[in-house]
């Protein structure tokens, strides 16, 4: 097994972990896993995602795309759905397809006079003691989006119901949300490759694309990183 898979691996079992001592079959002192010289059992890292990103160049010119008068209608409205699915989770602060889908039209959102979305990432809800929410700024470019894909704002409603069409059980979702995220990588990477960029542009690419843009524009890492 590669180190990214066994990475993988261990980390599931650190979730069962996590788990076990919350609910008291554990004590904290039994948590196995570490990161310096303390004996513990360290996850191991895959190879490093730096180098997957686009640039805002290139994200511009994703955004400006118009797809070919030969394109069937139903084909060039997918492909710009992809589009701004991709620049949502980007501009989202590089919130994944699996938040993306469960974003409500929370009381937040009211409260903030319509001008704010927040959400608890998924992917560290059960690998963290506590939440750790995060605010979407509602800029000029996601306005548009939402005005275009979401649906109307009723508290409690979800923001994005087309992806999941009504789905509520837990395996259904994540099968939907596997779905989507190939059908938007297919279609963006197409895209890509007629804007001659060289690209593998997946869902993936959004949330390191957001990382490395604000570090190469100079904010700092700790901040990131929050």
């Not at 589009?83 to 409500?104: C, K, Q, R």
Request: charged fraction near 25%; glycine fraction near 6%.
């Amino acid at each position: 097994i590669g180190t990214e898979s066994q990475g993988m691996r261990v980390r599931v079992c650190r979730v069962v972990v996590y788990a076990c001592i919350r609910k008291g079959y554990l004590k904290q002192s039994q948590y196995p896993f570490g990161r310096g010289n303390d004996g513990k059992v360290k996850i191991k890292k895959g190879k490093s995602r730096k180098d997957e990103f686009i640039s805002v160049t290139e994200i511009k010119k994703l955004m400006s795309f118009v797809a070919p008068d030969s394109w069937r209608k139903s084909y060039s409205e997918l492909v710009y759905q992809s589009i701004n699915f991709w620049v949502f989770s980007y501009l989202g602060n590089g919130l994944n397809l699996a938040d993306m889908v469960l974003l409500e039209w929370s009381e937040y959102y009211f409260q903030s006079g319509e001008s704010e979305l927040k959400f608890i990432r998924k992917k560290t809800q059960d690998t963290t003691d506590e939440d750790i929410e995060i605010i979407i700024p509602i800029i000029p470019e996601l306005k548009t989006i939402l005005n275009e894909y979401a649906s109307t704002p009723e508290l409690g409603q979800r923001i994005f119901p087309q992806i999941l069409n009504g789905e509520t059980n837990e395996v259904a979702i994540k099968k939907a949300v596997a779905l989507e995220n190939s059908n938007i990588r297919d279609r963006v990477q197409v895209v890509c490759k007629l804007l001659n960029i060289e690209k593998k542009v997946s869902m993936t690419w959004a949330r390191h694309s957001f990382a490395t843009n604000l570090t190469i524009a100079g904010v700092s890492e700790r901040y990131i990183s929050q």
